[in-house]
């Protein structure tokens, strides 16, 4: 079955792939110039869906489809724009396609719905210019934290001034906050960015909650000493006792279910081969779409941390770096994409989301719900990212359903 | 008791602390103008002490005390003069300073032996100037490698540039090698850089071999991927392989006597806290004074880490950094040492060395055999390296008492 919409969208997912701020990668920054002519290409996109389009202070592109009626009630469907450096092309902009693709379907069909439809592509999700995420969603979310605008870039320019030349005005990012009356949920699309929907064999998930985060550092210290003199007996290892801890960590996680738990960076101090290690700090990220769980996983964890210490006579300092709480899916919204995606034939799968996205902010201003798009090898933040044609088509058909069944409800 | 040959020496000691090339820690290096001043003061305290100086093509300081005879019957008593960057005072000094102080006590007593002695101050044990350790009991014991001439510094100085300046000829560097006949051995006082005197609550030790040691490099390759969205299940950690590999190591080690195992270094890559590391490089360092159980260890270790590799299906590569074969200490030597303990009235602790020494090169001239004089709490390799005056003139006797033995065996 061929899908014009979905060729389409494919094709315009290519288009914003090539618009990069470096020659041979794709780096697409909040407030950027590449920034600038993606969404030269994305209003005009918007345009030819049948949407009225505005720029807000924060650099959010928010198209429009009005509803049929004179009520204000209001659906929205949104992504980001912004990458990750070196990105791949589907992160984000698959979203923001895909709900294009939908509403050019209804406006082919000059069909209107009994809400209106605001497509957002969001200023900033990866926090890649200014180290702080959801800048745009929060905007719209009425959370947007102006002490932000004074953070700097790497080139010193501030968040302020960034805005400024991107054509917002920094003063005003209070009334980006939505203003549009009754809101019926926000409904994002993206790519799994994990391996599960491909292991299952189906192109598409439901999401039933974005995973809370905790994130800690983690310090051993023992003592240093001579590789060659000082005995086993007597070691005070920082490096052996972080190393029990990593195990424990993965051993915690993978008896829990649901619960993914990872050491990513690790260093040794003084980190010479012939040096017994002296000290260690390592990262702990824990995660789980059930709150209580979460929380009672990651008390259980530092505790181990704190008995490995003790029993092997080293130190250990704990930070927390920061804690999300989980954001459940709205079950309303869940249950209408599940009856979307079985009116297509196929068996609803649901799975939690790992990662952090725009639906984490959003959730302070409505009830929000995801759909997964299946990616090769659940690889992501990489310019092997990779969706298939199929699949997309298969997202736009949901997404339509999920529409028709909304205004239904 | 007071002792003024070990006052005496302490003193030297701490002039020697004072001669450096940086003004606010001590590093003496090969060939550097540091260590010409050392030169100048151990030649000067040498001959006070009745010996004949003179400085070889490397840049050892040799002094020589003759026999009583027309006999051409040698023994050499050496430590090496350069340090390590912001080095202890004692690491190396201590043997030259107690030799001289030996040969010090039969000048003033106008006694000369069955044998002449040597008492060799080594230009460079540590190879910090030219990342190659042994150069001067290299070049005396006719094992020094020519190729290393054209190593450079970090100036960009040559070797054969630097001894040259130092006063040698790069070119006659055969001519260091031993030429005086047959030699009885060579013995050297040096601290133990480890904890293992200072527990037993002894002055001294008599070391039974200097440890062999293998260096590897050993990288765990798996799989990078999102922290967020990769289940536990499936999941190829690099990190929690290297942790297993780490806890094996110590565990082995632990288990088998007199077995030292370190893992000193460890990178993980990428090294995000996001994201499960893909790969994980980490050293080894292994060391056992006796061959057999070393090499078997060592084998037993490389196995482990192979196994583990296979268990959780990500791949390892080896790659041997070093291999120095351990050198037990001359039976003859180590008992007339024992003895000569004895006659002081303690009972000898015998030690194994687990670090390098100039007798490792020395083994292959003569018979080897050393002293270890206890430090406070076990610390090299910093300036927090401490030796106490009574120790210092235990092992002053303990020699005096070894060279009589000697004369008399």
């Given amino acids: 079955m061929q899908d014009s919409s979905a060729e389409a969208a494919m094709k315009r997912l290519d288009i914003l792939g090539a618009i990069s701020e470096e020659p041979d990668r794709l780096t697409r920054q909040f407030a950027g110039e590449a920034m600038q002519r993606a969404h030269d290409e994305v209003a005009e996109w918007m345009r030819q869906a049948g949407m009225v389009v505005r720029h807000d202070h924060i650099g959010n592109l928010r198209g429009r489809y009005e509803s049929d009626t004179a009520g204000t009630h209001t659906l929205i469907i949104g992504s980001h724009l912004d990458t990750v450096r070196d990105a791949g092309r589907y992160d984000g902009p698959l979203g923001v396609?895909?709900?294009?693709?939908?509403?050019?379907?209804?406006?082919?069909?000059?069909?209107r719905?009994?809400?209106?439809?605001?497509?957002?592509?969001?200023?900033d999700e990866e926090g890649l210019r200014f180290s702080s995420t959801y800048l745009g969603s929060r905007a719209m979310a009425g959370t947007f934290d102006r002490a932000d605008l004074d953070r700097t870039d790497a080139e010193g320019t501030t968040m302020a001034e960034a805005i400024a030349t991107f054509g917002g005005d920094p003063s005003r990012i209070g009334e980006d906050a939505w203003q549009g009356g009754t809101l019926l949920g926000y409904v994002e699309v993206h790519i799994e960015q994990g391996p599960v929907l491909e292991r299952l064999g189906v192109p598409l998930g439901v999401v039933t909650a974005i995973a809370g985060q905790a994130r800690y550092e983690i310090t051993y210290t023992g003592?240093?000493?001579h590789a060659g003199t000082v005995p086993m007996r007597g070691r005070r290892d920082a490096l052996a006792a972080a190393a029990e801890f990593v195990l424990a960590v993965e051993r915690d996680a993978e008896s829990h279910d649901g619960v993914v738990a990872t050491v990513g960076q690790l260093s040794v101090y003084p980190g010479a081969s012939n040096v017994i290690p002296g000290e260690v700090a390592l990262s702990l990220d824990l995660r789980h779409p059930n709150e209580a769980i979460r929380v009672e996983s990651t008390r259980r964890i530092l505790e181990r941390a704190r008995e490995i210490a003790a029993r092997r006579g080293v130190t250990t300092r704990t930070e927390q770096l920061s804690d999300h709480s989980s954001v459940p899916c709205s079950p309303r919204l869940l249950a209408l994409l599940a009856k979307a995606v079985e009116a297509g034939g196929m068996?609803?799968?649901?799975?939690?989301?790992?990662?952090?996205?725009?639906?984490?902010?959003?959730?302070?201003?409505?009830?929000?719900?995801?759909?997964?798009?299946?990616?090769?090898?659940?690889?992501?933040?990489?310019?092997?990212?990779?969706?298939t044609t199929e699949d997309v088509s298969v997202s736009i058909n949901v997404l339509s359903r999920f529409l028709e069944l909304l205004a239904k409800a």
Avoid: Q
């Fill in 347 to 387: 068996t609803p799968e649901l799975l939690p989301s790992g990662a952090g996205h725009d639906g984490v902010p959003m959730s302070a201003l409505t009830d929000v719900a995801m759909l997964f798009v299946r990616c090769k090898g659940g690889i992501s933040h990489n310019p092997a990212e990779s969706v």
């Fill in 97 to 111: 396609m895909v709900g294009i693709a939908a509403v050019h379907r209804l406006h082919d069909l000059e069909k």
């Fill in 223 to 225: 003592e240093a000493g």
């Fill in 113 to 123: 719905l009994p809400f209106a439809i605001e497509v957002v592509a969001f200023a």
